[in-house]
């Protein structure tokens, strides 16, 4: 994958957790290019790995299977897609977009040609109406400039039935344990930032934690968007929050 941008790239804000519509667009794109060296190293030792285990329970949530064409949004460096394939037991068809090119390049190398990488924004799908049995995104929808418009292609790419997931970071419903968990999430992982030369970017998730929605809200969005059957799951004390959905 070629990297058309050219030399000089613009400076990510210094509060990109404050910008909105292609302004937010541009600054994550480009602070999560600054990081894509980094980001898997840092995201194993924030989620003490067990990241890998809520995607995988994310799969199981919305029943992948051999012969299913599924959607990865957002997709980063594709560790979605890792349980996704081995759900499609080398049946079907894995497709993974982000709009971040550099965070691609890293999926390319783990999976080579097992799966189409793609550039392309969440808010407009480059794909037909009803062509996905599934699709997921981790991490990803506090990231895109309009969130109902991301969930108003998500759903007009699947088929009907065509079963829906989102992993994301949630506050903890619990007063002290929230009260312990936000504290030490906005140390830490800024902390990380800094060990790898990269504080704003890693500050940036604790901020939009905040300003992202609550469970209660992401599910009438995703009502709002058409969705049905909403299912809500909480991971690790409450601060990873599953959301599934299917399309009538």
Known sequence: ????????????????????????????????????????????????????????????????????????????????????????????????????????????????DRVQLMVADACKLPFAEESFDCVTVGWGLRNVPDLRQALSEAIRVLKPSGRFATLDMARPRGKVVGAVAEKSFH?????????????????????????????QALKEEMEAAGFAAITIRDFFFGNICLHTGVKP
């Not at 994958?1 to 404050?18: A, I, N, Y």
């Open 1 to 112: 994958m070629e990297d058309k941008r050219g030399d000089m790239k613009p400076k990510t804000p210094e509060k990109p957790w404050l910008t909105q519509g292609d302004e937010k667009l541009i600054a994550v794109r480009e602070m999560f290019a600054e990081i894509a060296p980094s980001y898997d190293r840092v995201n194993s030792v924030m989620s003490l790995s067990l990241h890998h285990r809520w995607r995988q329970a994310a799969v199981k949530a919305i029943g992948i299977k051999p012969g299913d064409k599924v959607l990865d949004l957002c997709c980063g460096t594709g560790d979605f897609l890792s349980p996704i394939l081995k759900s499609l037991e080398n049946s079907g068809e894995a497709v993974g977009i982000d709009f971040c090119e550099p965070m691609l390049r890293q999926a390319e190398q783990k999976f080579g």
């Open 187 to 215: 140390t830490i992982v800024p902390r990380l930032g800094k060990l790898v030369g990269h504080s704003t970017a890693y500050e940036y998730l604790p901020k939009s934690t905040e300003r992202f929605l609550s469970r």
